[in-house]
């Protein structure tokens, strides 16, 4: 499945289009990342924790996404859009949404 941010794919045409599909990912982190994030932001560097988990939560949206789109018959996601939230102190929302479309395959 094609998952692009584009609202067209170059050289290809839009032959029908399914609607809007999304997929949604809320992670928790927990007390020992927070404390470890903590200390990371203190002393400077990266903190591979959170990063990982917001990968994570990426990779769960737009996995849901793809399967939205797949049982509505899509073998393309155009105009992906996706947004990073937190919640509360230490949850990570990432919401993805697309328009599911087939396109003509050469």
């Known amino acids: 499945m094609l998952v692009l941010t ?3 794919i170059e ?4 032959t029908k289009y399914l609607g809007i599909v999304s997929g949604e990912a809320i992670m928790g982190a927990n ?3 927070d ?3 903590g200390i990371r932001d203190i002393v400077g560097g990266r903190a591979g924790a959170y990063e990982r988990e917001l990968k994570r939560a990426k990779e ?11 049982k509505l018959g899509a073998n393309a996601i ?8 937190t919640i509360g102190q ?7 949404s697309g328009t599911a479309v087939v396109v003509e395959e050469n």
């Open 6 to 8: 584009t609202p067209n």
């Open 11 to 14: 050289g290809k045409k839009v």
């Open 31 to 33: 007390i020992l990342k």
């Open 35 to 37: 404390f470890f994030a």
């Open 60 to 70: 769960i949206a737009i996995s849901e996404m793809i399967e939205e789109a797949r």
């Open 78 to 85: 155009l105009s992906v859009d996706i947004d990073y939230e």
């Open 90 to 96: 230490s949850m990570l929302m990432v919401s993805t």
